[in-house]
Structures are given as C-alpha cells and as structure tokens.
C-alpha cells in the first residue's frame, strides 16, 4: 500500500517561489512513477509535472514548463515540486499521487492520493 503525504503549501507573492514536499512509503521497486496535480474549487483536477523512477523521464503541463521542477530524493523517498515565478493562477490545492506504470498527467493513471496542500499566490 503506498502512502503520500504533502507539505509546504501556504501564501507566496507572485513572482514567488514554494518547494513542496511530497513523502512517500511502500515502494517495492522503481517501477512507480509520481505526479503532481491541482484543484481549484469548480474545476477539474488538472496534472501539473510527473516523474517515471525507472526512466527518470519528466512531463510538465504547458502552464507551467520553466516555471516549475519535479525531482526525486532517493534517500528521503521524497519527490519535490519546486515552484518559480508563482502566478495567482498557480493557487489551488495540489495534490501527489502515485501509481505502477509510466509518468502521465491523465489522474486516472494513479489509484493512491495524498491529501493536499493549499497554496495561494496573492499580493
């Protein structure tokens, strides 16, 4: 059963930049690929950056390519999401998520959740 859990959400000015954390357990081997997602209320819950571990291969969705990172500690079993250049478009509650397979920014691909963190860009 893998378990994810998110941090370092809060308030941030535009042009700002949060690294959130996302901590996770029950990997049985590098055959998982972890993705980071965003909802705000009323819309759909929207892929924003995934990571495949065996190939290490990285997708970001449009809005947010150069802006934003997605990388992995090993040690920590830790996959970050390092946000730049924040945008008030950029608030919402992310979300990481998991699953067996290859990165996808589809939030089918992933059976297990974590349960957010809020981040809000504004002045």
């Known amino acids: 059963q893998l378990q994810l859990a998110e941090s370092g959400g809060g308030l941030v000015h535009p042009g700002g930049s949060l690294r959130l954390p996302c901590a996770t357990s029950g990997f049985t081997s590098d055959l998982y690929a972890v993705a980071w997602f965003r909802q705000v209320p009323g819309k759909e819950r929207e892929g924003v950056s995934c990571?495949?571990?065996?190939?290490?291969?990285?997708e970001y969705a449009d809005g947010v390519k150069g802006r934003f990172t997605i990388s992995r500690d090993n040690g920590k079993n830790t996959v970050y999401l390092q946000m730049n250049s924040l945008e008030p478009e950029d608030t919402a509650v992310y979300y990481c998520?998991?699953?067996?397979?290859?990165?996808?920014?589809?939030?089918?691909?992933?059976?297990?959740w974590g349960q957010g963190t809020q981040v809000t860009v504004s002045s």
């Open positions: 998520a998991a699953d067996e397979g290859h990165c996808s920014l589809w939030r089918r691909t992933y059976q297990f």
């Open positions: 990571i495949s571990f065996s190939e290490g291969r990285t």
